[in-house]
Every structure is written in C-alpha cells, then in structure tokens.
C-alpha cells in the first residue's frame, strides 16, 4: 500500500484533530508542517513526531513530495495556500468556512476541477446519526416536506485572539458556525433558490477566556430564511450569546418530523401515523409516538473526515459533499450577510447534484390535498 504523505498548513488548536485522526490511519503520515512563526511548526511536528517543518507553505510543496495538504489557518488565510497548492496539482483538505469570500470559493472550486484535484472543504456531515437522518427523508415516513429549523448556537470561542477581530476573521458567526446548519439541511435537502436575512453584532464588549475584557467587531447574531424550490422555508440560526451549546436540525413534513441531536436524542423520528419498527419507543418534546432508531443508526460506519478524504485520495473520487455543494453552501453565508446589508432578498445562483438524491415528489405540496 503506497504511503500517502501530507503537509499541514496552519499549526493552532483546530489542527490537533487532524494529527489525532492520521495517526489512527495506516499507511498515511504527515510528511512537514508549516505555520506563519517557525517555532509553531516545529513545536507542532515535534507533538506529532513530524520530520520537517517550515514556515514558508510554497518552500514546502516545493521541497516534499507530497499528495495533499490540509489547511487549518485562520479562516481569511485559506485562500492563497489552498490555491498554491491546487496549482501544484496537490489534493487539498480545507478547514470551514472555505474562505472568507464567495470569489475566493468559487476560485477554488474552479481551479480543483481544471487541475482534476480532490478537494474537499469541511464541514464534514457523513456521521452515522446524519447517515441514518437522511434515509427518513422520504414520503412513506414524514409526508411531504413543509419545512425545516437548524442552526448552532453557543456562549461564544473562549478564545480571545482573532475570533473577534473582523479585520482579520473577515466574518464572525455566520462564517464560523452557521456554515453548519446550512450544509446539514442542504445536504439533506439539496439546493435552495433564495434567502432573507438578518445579522447584526449584539454583544461588542464580551468578557472571555479566564475573565478577560474583549472589544469585539464579528458578527455574532445571524437568523436567516431559507428558501427551496418547492415553496418550503428553512429557519437557520446562529447566535454568540446562549449559556449552552445547541446544535440540532429538524425537518417538517406533513406527517412526521425528523430530529437531529434535540432534546437529549441523537435521532428522533415523530411518526404519530405508524409505529417505526425497529427503533426505541421514547417520548420526546412531550410527544409520545416518537421513535430513536439507534439498530439504523448503528449500521452506518463512524468515519471521520480524514478516513474519507484518504479513502477519496486512495480512490481517486470526489468527497460526498463535493465542492460544488460547499460552494453552494457558501454562497448561502454570503448571500445572507447581502441580505442583511441590503434589506432585500438575495437569489441563490450555485446549484449541485445531491449525493442522496431525493424523489422531488416530496416537496410537492400544491398539486393535491395533504
């Protein structure tokens, strides 16, 4: 089995994962690593028994024999490495938000399918719970679709250093956490035709961190409308300002909803018209015909996202969610942040085939009764 070697752009926190993930893999090391200040690379390679670090990414991919970089530097630095090496014909794995630019996204996805590279930007969905969501989306289970709600919302990053800098952040919420929500509910659902938005800055003086006093610019407060083909809307939330964390997804349909990480379930299925067979009667949102299929969720493998992006290099194939579909993604934060600026609704002009293609019959809400 050819060893696959890898160079790591960007040595902070989130790049701990990354090393964490490889190490559990065969026949897959990190060959350099590289951070803007040398000793952060070579503190790092030293961490992770890494041979050679630099902090120069275009010294790097020129001196090692690489197949694929992964990119963790801040989110306004993505950008020239991710294309520097795309140039090199390397494979990249991308940290979210993509970039910090919807011309910069379109860059990159642009230039990943000229030099025919695998390129592949997170978030990363294809968790075994997401797994098992996706195959309720249809008809027999929830009816037809009538909406969805998701979003991520959180105290805010403990850290004080550039996550409340918008001079160099470029964004705040809406690039760092609402990218979550949206991709769930569009790789669930596929692509969307329009957004109405609002985003502000709520909380400019933050204490973080152990008691520090933070001045803080991002934005912090976002809710947008999601709009589909079928007339539905999806209501996607992010807010810096909770006392707990709350991540969930959930999905309307005319007989039955489906729920994502709400309420203390990792799955719950609301199917008031038949019993789901196979799954754990519960009672959820005071509701009790309600379903946890933990057997289906069970049945679909817990790989993570550097397992796929090297089953992906091992194969020569795109990642499930495809740039094409992040960019899609993108666009969606992008298009809110216009909206928000503008007043107005913003029209969504990226498309993708779904990995998970829907019969379109369930969002057709208008041509009988239901």
């Not at 960007?10 to 040398?38: E, I, P």
């Not at 890494?50 to 991919?61: E, I, L, S």
Request: net charge neutral; glycine share 8%; proline share 5%.
């Amino acid at each position: 089995m050819k060893v696959i070697k890898l160079g790591m752009i960007g040595c902070g926190h989130v790049s701990d994962r990354y090393f964490a993930q490889v190490a559990k893999l065969d026949g897959v090391r990190f060959a350099a690593t590289c951070a803007k200040r040398l000793e952060n690379a070579e503190r790092k390679a030293m961490a992770y028994g890494v041979p050679r670090w630099y902090d120069d990414y275009n010294q790097m991919m020129d001196k090692e024999e690489l197949d694929a970089v992964v990119v963790t530097t801040p989110h306004s630095l993505h950008t020239e490495p991710v294309l520097a090496a795309l140039e090199r014909g390397l494979h990249v794995l991308n940290e979210k938000p993509m970039a910090t630019s919807f011309e910069d996204c379109t860059r990159m996805v642009t230039l990943a399918e000229e030099k025919k590279a695998i390129f592949m930007s997170l978030p990363f969905n294809l968790s075994p719970t997401f797994l098992a969501a996706s195959e309720y989306v249809h008809e027999r289970y929830i009816g037809k679709i009538t909406g969805a709600e998701a979003q991520l919302s959180l105290p805010g990053p403990w850290r004080d250093n550039w996550y409340y800098n918008k001079s160099i952040a470029h964004g705040g919420a809406v690039l760092d956490c609402l990218v979550y929500p949206v991709s769930r509910l569009v790789s669930l659902l596929g692509p969307a035709i329009g957004i109405m938005a609002e985003v502000n800055t709520l909380i400019p003086n933050r204490i973080v961190g152990e008691g520090k006093r933070v001045k803080s610019d991002v934005d912090d407060n976002a809710t947008l409308i999601l709009e589909f083909a079928g007339g539905q809307h999806a209501v996607i939330r992010t807010l810096w300002g909770t006392s707990f964390k709350q991540n969930n997804t959930l999905i309307y349909g005319r007989s039955g909803t489906i729920a994502m990480h709400d309420c203390g379930y990792p799955l719950v299925i609301h199917s008031p018209t038949q019993a789901l067979p196979d799954a754990e009667q519960v009672t959820w949102r005071g509701l009790t015909d309600c379903y946890v299929p933990q057997g289906k969720i069970a049945s679909f493998p817990n790989e993570d996202f550097m397992s796929h992006f090297v089953r992906c290099l091992r194969a020569g194939t795109q990642p499930v969610q495809t740039g094409r579909q992040q960019l899609h993604v993108h666009e969606i934060m992008f298009g809110a942040y216009h909206s928000a600026e503008t007043g107005n609704r913003y029209t969504l002009k990226t498309t993708f085939t779904p990995w998970d293609k829907l019969d379109q019959g369930i969002f057709d809400t208008r041509s009988d009764f239901i």
